[in-house]
């Protein structure tokens, strides 16, 4: 949505002579699982080549966690393995290519963005921009990134994805998801948020067992409660209102919300539950910091076979889409199909990437 300082007659206008046309609409391409790995690692980058095709995105990481000393091996190693991995980015790729550069107030990023889009600014598909505080600081990467493409002669603009992970950031979401046509999305930066704000967590991502609320106490028949019997706590989601704005902000500007990174590397059952909520509440993927994360992410934000074949039968019983219907007990209408539509189009995009999973979606019959 154009904002205020860029009239709708000039949103979709290349902001360079000779910089390609900003697209219209972000293309739906498959991010369950955006895995990161620092190049300047030799065992790590070693082992990317063969993820390719097993993974929806790779994100060379050259911001937190690259040691300040390695941050040119880095920019350089991501450079390396894009040459000599021809099947990993680019529009027809199976496995998209992504880049977290540093952010915009070090000595970095500007090197980062003029190497990366001179030298293989035709196969990255989207740059990440940590620590985005409000429409300027992506106004800044548009006019830049369309500089570069123009220099390099690019036939297709490169996408932009901020991290939301400070205050500043939170309180600009809107204007941060309708400040360029190049935003493909917004992904959680719990670690750097908590800091930001002040929280009193130490964890990268999920929950923390004082966040919680009480059952109340027992009360006897005198009307007294014991404030000291036992009683159930619940542990709450710390993310949960975060995450529910950006899902707002990116579905009114039609971009793609994420969750970020889970810490605990160990901790798989954890991972799994603070990716499925993030993906119930309408996020499409996450950050795999490890390889083990990748196939939780992947089996995460992909829908069920049962929600697929419950969101197939509502299709069927609902004909032209209108009115309303009983099925298994429960009432499906407009609203309910429209929700049911969602799973569909998602399993359906997935299946064309995802042989295993067409194969299970395809099996699917539906009983009357
Ligand atoms: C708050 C934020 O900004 S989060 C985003 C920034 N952080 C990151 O990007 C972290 C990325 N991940 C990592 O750095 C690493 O996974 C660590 C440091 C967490 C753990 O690394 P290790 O101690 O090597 O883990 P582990 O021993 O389990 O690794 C097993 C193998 O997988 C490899 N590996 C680990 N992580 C990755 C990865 N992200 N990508 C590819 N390979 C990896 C290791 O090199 C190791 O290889 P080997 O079997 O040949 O020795
Ligand atoms: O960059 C991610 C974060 O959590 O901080
Ligand atoms: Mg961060």
């Known amino acids: 949505m154009p ?11 290349p902001l360079a002579v ?3 046309q900003p697209l219209h609409e972000v293309p739906a391409r498959p991010s369950r699982a955006i895995h990161f790995f620092d190049p300047s690692n030799q065992k790590m980058a070693a082992k990317i080549p063969a993820m390719v095709g097993s993974v929806d995105v790779l994100l060379g990481n050259l911001e937190d966690a690259v040691k300040a000393d390695n941050k040119e091996a880095a920019r350089q190693g991501l450079v390396d393995i894009a040459q000599a991995t021809p099947e990993l980015g680019g529009p027809d790729s199976k496995t998209q290519l992504w880049t977290r550069v540093n952010a ?4 970095w990023a500007l090197d980062d963005l003029t190497t990366l889009v001179t030298e293989i600014g035709d196969r990255l598909d989207v740059v990440m921009v940590p620590k985005v505080q409000g429409a300027e600081d992506i106004h800044y990467v548009d006019r830049l990134l369309a500089q570069l493409e123009a220099k390099a002669g690019l036939q297709r603009p490169i996408l932009v ?3 939301l992970e400070t205050a500043r950031g939170v309180a600009n979401v809107e204007e941060i998801c309708g400040a360029s046509p190049r935003m493909q999305g917004l992904s959680l930066g719990p670690a750097d948020l908590a800091a930001d704000r002040r929280m ?13 609320v009480r059952q109340d106490p027992p009360v006897n028949d005198l009307g007294v409660s014991d404030h000291e019997a036992p009683r159930s706590t619940y542990q709450q989601d710390l993310w949960h209102y975060t995450i529910a704005r950006m899902v707002d902000a990116c579905a009114m500007h039609g971009i793609y919300p994420y ?4 810490g605990d590397i160990t901790d798989v059952v954890a991972c799994e539950d603070q990716f499925r909520n993030a993906f119930l ?16 992410a992947n089996r995460v934000f992909s829908p069920s076979v049962e929600d697929v074949r419950h969101a197939r039968r509502v299709k069927a019983a609902m004909g032209d ?4 219907v009983m099925l298994d007990g429960k009432m499906e209408d407009d609203a309910s199909l429209k929700q049911c539509l969602v799973m569909v189009e998602l399993a359906e995009q997935l299946a064309a990437i995802d042989p295993e999973l067409k194969e299970q979606y395809d099996a699917i019959e539906l009983e009357a």
Do not use: M
């Not at 904002?3 to 979709?12: N, V």
């Not at 009193?200 to 919680?212: D, Q, S």
């Not at 969750?259 to 889970?262: D, K, L, M």
């Not at 950050?287 to 939780?296: M, N």
């Open 18 to 20: 000779g910089a390609p």
């Open 281 to 296: 509440l309408g996020c499409v993927g996450t950050w795999s910091l490890h390889p083990k994360q990748i196939a939780i």
């Open 200 to 212: 009193k967590t130490t964890r990268v991502g999920g929950g923390h067992p004082g966040y919680l």
């Open 3 to 13: 904002s205020a300082s860029r009239p709708a007659k000039d949103f979709f206008r």
């Open 161 to 163: 994805h901020a991290i």
């Open 321 to 324: 889409g209108t009115g309303a």
């Open 259 to 262: 969750y970020g990174p889970f």
């Open 104 to 107: 915009l107030d070090s000595p």
